[in-house]
């Protein structure tokens, strides 16, 4: 991709105000890219706002947070969209397994990510380079599970498996929709002991972003650009 091309390029990024997602506003920024990027609380987002990003309220697991933040962005038109946001965690036995827990699990790293693209489809649209990013993990491999992270991994697979069929039916539009595992990172989630800082995982994610092509769509890579078992 030309340099040009990335530094005109509008991304949103989803739970911006943090760990990867901020890395991901701190690094587009550095590139010259018009940031748009979310928190649930943007009154308490100051490294967020810091990056020079456009701040917007979004709760991924809210349909009307959804539809206000498609209402307030209009036809503005989105190159990449992001869907960083997610929650963590989960029972770590079958016995332990809470159903409204397991329900939130699907609200936010699933069901938000899909009516997002849904409700910022004419965006993309808009956009030249109509991405869709996943941010997923190597927990939601079905083939390298080990245990454990019920609700996690469920919602994660999930979302695998909507980049998949999404790239499938917007392929004809010349869409690109990937899942990427950012690795082990040192943020809330990843937890200290982790073995990439955010800002090494977003860099790699970055530069496979710009590297992909139609022909990668459906794909379920890790940050350096290996693909995974799904």
């Not at 969209?81 to 963590?88: F, K, P, T």
């Not at 693209?117 to 997923?136: D, F, Q, S, Y």
């Not at 943020?187 to 990439?196: C, H, K, S, W």
Request: hydrophobic fraction near 40%; include cysteine.
């Amino acid at each position: 991709m030309k340099v040009q091309d990335r530094e005109s390029s509008t991304w949103l990024v989803t739970g911006g105000n943090r760990g990867i997602g901020l890395a991901f506003a701190r690094e587009l920024a550095r590139r010259g890219a018009r940031v748009l990027a979310t928190a649930r609380d943007p009154e308490k987002a100051s490294e967020l706002e810091k990056t020079g990003a456009r701040v917007e309220r979004l709760d991924v697991s809210d349909a009307e947070s959804i539809a206000g933040l498609a209402g307030r962005l209009g036809r503005t038109p989105i190159d990449v969209l992001i869907h960083n946001a997610g929650r963590g965690g989960g029972a770590s036995a079958i016995a332990k397994v809470d159903p409204g827990e397991l329900a939130a699990f699907f609200a936010i790293n699933t069901i938000g990510p899909m009516l997002l693209t849904r409700a910022l489809l004419p965006n993309l649209e808009r956009g030249r380079r109509r991405t869709v990013v996943g941010i997923t993990s190597g927990l939601a491999s079905i083939a390298l599970s080990n245990g454990g992270w019920y609700g996690y991994r469920a919602s994660k697979a999930a979302l695998n498996m909507f980049h998949r069929t999404l790239a499938a039916e917007l392929a004809p539009k010349g869409f690109t929709c990937v899942v990427l595992s950012p690795g082990w990172v040192k943020t809330d989630m990843g937890g200290p002991g982790a073995t990439l800082s955010p800002e090494r995982s977003v860099r790699g994610m970055l530069e496979v972003i710009d590297r992909l092509t139609p022909k990668e769509s459906g794909g379920f890579f890790d940050y350096q650009g290996a693909e995974q078992p799904w």
